[in-house]
């Protein structure tokens, strides 16, 4: 167990090693020559990143300073504002970007796993069939569409419907922002979309494949009642299967966030990330995308590491 | 044998077919609208703006410029499919390679080349893309290289997987004593024995290649104007959805139906080859 874990964190240390260095490469090799063109950058700006990246230094020194910075968490500095730096952005956006990953989550976990029982108790009945539509519209739509469809129809149609109806400035759900429970019910239901589809697949074949085994038979033999055998001994064990691809899931949910924060302008990680790309600040963009990946193989490693201690056997693979 | 299983179960399948046709006929109308449309996919008409679908000789009705927006689709069609078959064929390509030379070398070698496709299997595909787009441009050919070199990890995997697993069949026992070589035991046995599984993933990264072009285009950092794919054309659609909504809801609606029937398409395949 111990040198499992040693050698899988090692290994995400060596990942994290090459991504720094992709991206200090890309900084410096790519056409375009990112640091020697300079042009259209304020003196002032100029002198600052001079100094953060340590640019009139050797190229071996500039990179042992960029790989320093990173150690110590500092991320970089901007090469459009003299006054922002890639960890202030990181301090606004991500707690929000938290905010509704967790929210999706959640949603998807609760719905996906009770849908998923319903489907399984159901079998080859309308109720299955109509979960299994719902999970195949959900693993093949892509988030954003379902995204701007539903704020077409519930943020424009519905709620504009709703409070012509009845006369009140009342909106059930606002088309953007992010100040409210109220802003944050369809952005999060759509991005759990998705990853409730996974679940409810899932969790339906995991839940059948656990009520063939035989100490369910065995519980039923006993005389137990069939809602405290699928209670008691069903879902409990049917559960474990769903551990193993939460890190996944919370991966295509943070990266999946990226076209909903646009859709809804939600202030998070994506919206800024965007933003930087179109105003060509390379910097910023290199330090969010650093940020995302450090986060991505944060999350892989913690459920690589979970399940393993769940399921001893993954070990052996 | 593969191919002939997968065809026929696609041809039982109701749904397989349907889905099957719809990929044809929009891939057909794709090559063939400018026997169909009077229109091309860049020129401006300031003239018909916002035009409401079934306007005239505009099926889709007409964007913020005048273009005609059912030309603007099936240009769309085009790049988007050509971007999605291309990146799934290159990750493929890369993937068997990858893995055959693992399984069959084995050992020390193995277990580092495994280590390798793990790391940039724990690295987000999408930022890798965004990177390499953004600082190396964003034509079709660096979207189609920037999604290719990113996720052939799955494929490696399972031509790993498969090499380990013939490998120590009799057949290919037999002809490595007979003093065939690594190269072609590869070539004449493992890659033609594993050509469901091959299939089966061609079958599924299509869809995935289509799925993130279209994201990054719709986030704004895929192809350029006045070239559109799918996603490039809700892009830009989208800043009129609450007045205009068939600016965005057209192609977003090809883009659900084109994935809903490779998804459709892939799963028939899945089934009747056990991958």
Redesign the interface.
Known sequence: MFRFICRRLV??L??VW??VT??FL?MHH???E?FVVKKNVPPQVLENITQKYGLDRPKLEQYFIYLGNVVRGDLGISMKYTNKSVNTIISKAFPVSVDLGLRALFIALSMGIILGIIAALNKNKPLDDITLFIS??G????G??LG??S??LLC?KLTGFLSRVTGSSFRLFP?SGWKGFSYTLVPSAVLAFGAMAIIIRMMRSSLLDVLELNYIVNAKVKGLSSREIITKHGIKNALFPIVSVLGPLS?SIL?GS??IE??FSIPGL?HY??TS??EKD?TM??GL?LF??LI??LV??ITDILYSIMDPRVQLK | MFVSRAVKAIVQNRIAVTALLFLGLVFIVSLIYPLLSEYNYYAHNLDNVFLPPFSGKHVFGTDNFGRDLFVRVCEGAKISLKIGLAAALIQTLIGIIYGCLSGVYGGIIDEIMMRIADMFHSIPSLIIVILLTTFMGRSEMTIIIALSITDWTGMAKIMRGQTLLLREMEFVQSAKVLGVGNLRIITKHIIPNSMGAILVNVMLSIPAAIFAEAFLSFLGLGIEIPKASWGTLANEGFVYASSYPWLVIIPLSFIAVIMICFYVIGDTIKDALGG
Do not use: D, E, R
């Open positions: 290994l995400s060596i990942t090459m991504v992709f991206t890309l790519m056409p375009g990112l195949v519209i693993v093949a739509v892509p954003f569409v701007t469809l704020q077409y424009y088309v991966v990266l990226f076209a646009k859709i994506g990330l965007v790309v179109q390379y963009v290199i995308s995302t990946s991505v193989i892989n490693t």
